[in-house]
């Protein structure tokens, strides 16, 4: 079993930044992908960002250019600069193993106010 141990949430203004951690509760040498998901309420849960590498990563249209992804081991992070309202959400850490398994964090509250 992997527990994912999220850190960073909180509450910031319109314009601001954050920065979310996430590290696997041991170090695990057949991850394969890290990445973060968010679920804002009454919506569905909806892919932010993944990384399998320093080249290979992937984003949502909507936080192009202002979030970045960033993995070390077995954390990864998440900087998110230039906030907007619609960014709030439960933020939840991701990662795959090579096997398959998928293992999700607690989630995060971010809330940005205008």
């Known amino acids: 079993q992997v527990q994912l141990v999220e850190f960073g949430g909180g509450l910031v203004q319109v314009g601001g930044s954050l920065r979310l951690s996430c590290a696997a509760s041991?170090?695990?040498?057949?991850?394969?992908?890290m990445g973060w998901y968010r679920q804002a309420p009454g919506k569905r849960r909806e892919l932010v960002a993944t990384?399998?590498?320093?080249?290979n990563s992937n984003y949502a249209e909507s936080v192009k250019g202002r979030f970045s992804i960033s993995r070390d081991k077995n954390t990864v992070y998440l900087q998110m600069n230039s906030l907007k309202p619609e960014d709030t959400a439960v933020y939840y850490c991701w990662l795959r193993l090579s096997m398959g398994s998928e293992y999700w964090g607690q989630g995060t509250q971010v809330t940005v106010s205008s």
């Open positions: 990384t399998a590498g320093d080249v």
């Open positions: 041991r170090s695990i040498f057949s991850i394969t992908t």
